[in-house]
C-alpha cells in the first residue's frame, strides 16, 4: 500500500479564491481525519469521518471550511473563500476504529497552503 | 482548551544526556498512543499503550502509562541527533459518545551533537 495519499503536496493561492485539498485513505481504513498544524495551535482536529459519514466537525474554524467523503477512497477539503489566517499545513490521516479506541494514524505527507 | 498538555514544550539538550516528556490531561483514556514527527513529514507512530500503569520499551525509549490512564510519559535515554523531532501524544477522547483522535500540544526536541 502506497499510504495516505495527498494532493497537491504545495498550494498557493490567492486571498478569496477557493481551494480544494484531496486524501487517499488507506485501504481498509474505515476512519479518517482532516488535521491543521501551524505552530502557534499545533495540531488541530478539523474534522472526523468514520464509514464515510462525518462524526465530528467541530474543529472546523467556520462555514467557509467544508469536507466530504463521496466513497471509502476519497476525501476534499474545501475552503471558499480563502484568507491568509488559513496559510497552514493541511494533514489527512486515515486510521482503524475499534473497540476501545483507534489503531495507528497514519498520515499523508500533508498540504502547505499559502494564502497570500 | 487543550485536552492533552505536554511538557516542556521545547526542550534542548547535548548527545548522550537523559530526558523526559509528559502528556497530561484531566480526562481518561482507554489508550495512549505517541509520536514523531520530522519536518515536512506527517507524524509517525511509536508506540501504543493501553492499561494503566504499562511500560514499553523502544530501543533507548521508555514509554509509560499513568495508573489512572490520565497522564503518560516519555523518556529517552543517551539522547541521539536522529532523536531530533517533534513528539505528540494523541487520544481518543470521547465528545458526546463519539470518539476521536485527539493530539497535544507537542514538545519540540533538539539534540545537540
Known amino acids: 500500500d502506497a499510504g495516505v495519499i495527498q494532493s497537491p503536496r504545495h498550494e498557493v493561492t490567492e486571498m478569496g479564491q477557493e481551494v480544494t485539498l484531496r486524501c487517499k485513505p488507506i485501504?481498509?481504513?474505515?476512519?479518517l481525519f482532516w488535521y491543521r498544524q501551524t505552530m502557534m495551535r499545533g495540531l488541530e482536529l478539523l474534522i472526523y469521518?468514520?464509514?464515510?459519514?462525518?462524526?465530528?466537525d467541530s474543529g472546523m474554524p467556520e462555514d467557509r471550511f467544508s469536507a466530504k467523503m463521496p466513497n471509502a477512497s476519497f476525501s476534499t477539503l474545501k475552503i471558499q473563500p480563502s484568507e491568509p489566517r488559513d496559510s497552514a499545513v493541511y494533514f489527512c490521516?486515515?486510521?482503524?476504529?475499534?473497540?476501545?479506541?483507534?489503531?495507528?494514524?497514519?498520515f499523508g505527507q500533508g498540504t502547505r497552503l499559502t494564502v497570500v | 482548551t487543550q485536552l492533552l498538555e505536554q511538557s516542556p514544550q521545547f526542550l534542548s539538550i547535548q548527545e548522550g544526556e537523559n530526558l523526559t516528556v509528559y502528556c497530561n490531561s484531566s480526562?481518561?483514556?482507554?489508550?495512549l498512543q505517541w509520536y514523531r514527527q520530522e519536518p515536512g513529514e506527517g507524524p509517525v507512530l511509536l508506540v501504543t499503550?493501553?492499561?494503566?500503569?504499562e511500560v514499553k520499551k523502544l530501543k533507548r525509549l521508555t514509554f509509560q502509562f499513568g495508573d489512572a490512564r490520565k497522564d503518560s510519559s516519555l523518556h529517552i535515554t543517551a539522547a541521539q541527533p536522529g532523536d531530533t523531532g517533534l513528539y505528540l501524544c494523541?487520544?481518543?477522547?470521547?465528545?458526546?459518545?463519539?470518539?476521536?483522535?485527539?493530539f497535544g500540544t507537542g514538545t519540540r526536541l533538539t539534540i545537540i551533537p
Open positions: 490521516a486515515s486510521s482503524f476504529r475499534t473497540g476501545v479506541g483507534f489503531t495507528e494514524a497514519f
Open positions: 485501504s481498509g481504513h474505515n476512519s
Open positions: 469521518f468514520n464509514n464515510n459519514v462525518p462524526i465530528d
Open positions: 480526562s481518561v483514556f482507554s489508550s
Open positions: 499503550v493501553v492499561t494503566g500503569g
Open positions: 494523541a487520544g481518543p477522547l470521547s465528545n458526546f459518545g463519539n470518539e476521536k483522535l485527539t
